[in-house]
């Protein structure tokens, strides 16, 4: 037996020892084994903790709100009375009118089982618009509460755009229900003044005589619906202005029976309109000057606020471009991770990182990033740091130190294009431990973000801030 055991069994022996009394007889009575001791006795549990003998009391006595002449009963009763009113006889008629009698048995007892001093106490009678009446057979439709109700059929799923005969006849059959004379789909056609054994015949093979006395026929019938046409059109007037809004506005292009969708979301457009195939291209926006015909600082320009001019004037620089490869069940996936620089030379500077199979689209991406992260670096004189600034990026530590001028940028390659992108040109540089590509860029970039600022710290001494170089050289100092 190994010793752990020995130790439980033993704890567990002296444990249940515990419970029973010394003194105990070996056939113990029933009111022995009911008393207080033995309970207590009996509900000790298995850990060190110790036992809490009462309810712990909070350290301030409560106050009611009747002690504080808040309220009293008068009020909860006449409060209660107000609003939570027992039903008359004219109401329990009114309900028996509507309700079975097992159903007013049931409306009764629930009446007797609950107090309505109980809800004036412990209940809470909303005021809000959105509340639900207490007293409702649901139904009305509430628009506050109720979604609308769906009264049509929603339309075909399968629904699609009307192709050029479809609208065709869209169009004739409004046009129809406008008209007020014989429907246009309803008029006769060449093909019904000939002869029936000619009918199933196409015109090519109809005899001259027949054709011509066929078209003699049709040409005084179309004179005759003109006429027609003319005394209804000096009765009545066509379509108005009104109508032509509500065809252009109100009228579905799609083959859905011109039914209402009871989504409010616009069906997706397919990938091939017709009529509309190849007529969509980028939008080339004039003032770009042919700089941007193929829109890929469209958006940039939204989100940064600088025209294309301004863009293509930053400097940018690729820094890191590694080949990276995800494992996954299909195999290696190999991409391209870049990290790009972009900077205006003049206090601003921004990185950006992006990965795609391609390297061009991942130096592309990499590079709209680097323009869109762009934010002011804080600079000394225009050309240097303040003071010294040391940054931890995962094992990269970065120390960067301002130097005096025409000290120049003694760095390495990497933070040197990172200088040269944001306007600093004193600079000293240090890597204290790992000198990972990444890890360097992300520290550098987070250090010139974090440089300590002589103005804040200024304030917080209760001081003004002097540059003792200006007001001793006069202000000639780079």
Known sequence: MSAARFAARSFLSRRLAATVPAAAPAASTPAASTCPAAQQQQQSQFHSSAHLEARRRSRFKNVRAVEMGLTSDAKIESFTKKKFAEYTE???????????????????????????????????????????????????????????????????????????????????????EIRRGEPTHRMKKLRDFVPEEFFAKPEGQWPKDVRDEAFTKFWAYLKEQKDADAKAAANATGPTDGDILSYILERSSMTDNNLQANS?????????????????????????????????????????????????????KKLVHRRVVNQTRLGKIASDSVMVIAGNGDGWLGLGMAKSVEASIAVEKATLLAIQNMQPIPRYENRTIYGEVTT??????????????GFGLRVSHRIFEMCRAAGIRDLSAKFLRSRNPMNTVKATYQALLSQPNPEDLAIGRGKKLVDVRKVYYGGSVY
Request: aromatic letters at 6%; charged letters at 30%; zero cysteines.
């Open 90 to 176: 004219d109401e329990k008629a009114a309900l028996a009118h509507n309700y079975p009698a097992e159903h007013m048995e049931a409306i009764e007892a629930a009446e007797a089982a609950i107090d309505p001093k109980d809800l004036t106490i412990q209940g809470r009678l909303r005021v809000d618009p959105y509340r639900m009446p207490y007293i409702d057979d649901f139904s009305e439709i509430q628009p506050i509460i109720d979604k609308r109700a769906r009264r049509s059929a929603p339309p075909s799923h399968k629904a699609r755009f009307m192709d050029v005969d479809e609208f065709t006849q869209d169009l004739i059959n409004w046009a129809d």
């Open 264 to 316: 409010s979301l616009a069906p997706a457009l397919p990938d091939k309109v017709p009529g509309v195939e190849g007529k969509y291209r980028n939008a080339i926006d004039p003032a770009d000057d042919g700089l941007d015909d193929k829109g890929q600082y469209q958006e940039l320009k939204k989100r940064t606020g600088m025209s294309v001019r301004q863009i293509l004037q930053l400097k940018t």
């Open 392 to 405: 931890k990026v995962s094992g990269t530590i970065v120390r960067l130190n301002s130097r005096p001028p």
